[in-house]
């Protein structure tokens, strides 16, 4: 009856996954921003829960406060290098992630929060990017997550996933969010959303991530982009990353007129809480 009971399970499961669509696509409505929303949002508590302001950076000064981030540095990735030199403060309030040549080398930054802070306990909460993004083609950037072992395999996005809350890898309307699981290999799987959103390549926008026990709901400007539950929700808390990626996915960085940046105004995480 065991093995009965576990092969209906891992049919309905393989089902389900079978039924997930690789990319969707949903358009923004004209009007539908509001600009204050470009400036600062946080969506609405989930019945019986709060938000709780657990972590913020806000990026003054001129250096990276190495007790929140720690650099990716002298590291091969994709088709150039992550080096600490990449990522600067401009002393006016943002993080600057650069990408450039030097001596035949194309190079990029990444910053993550492994190891430096705990967000919380359990993993659910809203986390939120102020962000403006790049102007040239062959490299893109991306606010992420990875989220307990993301190379498990057989247990879905349960035990680990990699949570892309934005990726930019295009000059145009587009906004990518991706949810990855059951690791890098053959079992791999993702579900992707391409948002269009008028004026994307134009000033700030804030993108954020509302994680609960039931599902990632996912937001750009304040418009909710996408919410879903795909291979099952993490249970597992995460690692927060700022990067920027080199690759063809973004055009050919060979005819990118070098240096080019994208800026970061803050990043802030709510733990969800249990209210009262």
Not at 81 to 92: F, I, T
Not at 127 to 136: L, M, P, S, T
Not at 138 to 167: K, R, T
């Amino acid at each position: 009856m065991k093995n009965l009971k576990r092969a209906f399970l891992t049919g309905l499961l393989l089902t389900l996954v079978a039924c997930i669509p690789a990319i969707t696509f949903f358009w923004i409505p004209d009007g539908l921003v509001k600009p204050e929303n470009r400036e600062s949002f946080v969506p609405e508590s989930p019945e019986g829960y709060e938000l709780e302001l657990v972590f913020e950076d806000d990026f003054n000064g001129t250096a990276l406060d190495e007790s929140k981030w720690s650099f990716e540095d002298n590291s091969p990735r994709r088709d150039g290098w992550w080096e600490k030199e990449a990522v600067s403060l401009d002393g006016e309030g943002n993080l600057v992630m650069t990408t450039y040549e030097e001596d035949s080398r194309f190079i990029d930054g990444c910053i993550t929060s492994k190891g430096l802070i705990s967000l919380m306990e359990e993993p659910y909460g809203y986390y939120a990017i102020r962000v403006k993004f790049h102007r040239e083609q062959g490299h893109w950037p991306a606010f992420w997550m990875m989220a307990g072992d993301e190379g498990s395999i057989g247990n879905g996005g349960v035990d680990g996933a990699e949570i892309d809350i934005f990726e930019k890898p295009t000059l145009d309307n587009m906004i990518q969010q991706t949810i990855h699981w059951d690791g890098y290999g053959s079992e791999h799987k993702s579900s992707a959303r391409k948002v269009f959103l008028k004026g994307a390549m134009e000033g700030w926008h804030t993108v954020g991530l509302l994680w609960t026990p039931q599902k990632y709901v996912y937001y750009i400007d304040g418009v909710k982009t996408w919410s879903h539950s795909y291979g099952g929700v993490c249970e597992k808390p995460g690692e927060l990353i700022i990067s920027d990626e080199i690759g063809t996915w973004a055009g050919d960085i060979k005819k990118a007129d070098l240096p080019d940046s994208f800026l970061v105004d803050y990043v802030r995480v709510y733990a969800l809480r249990v209210s009262g």
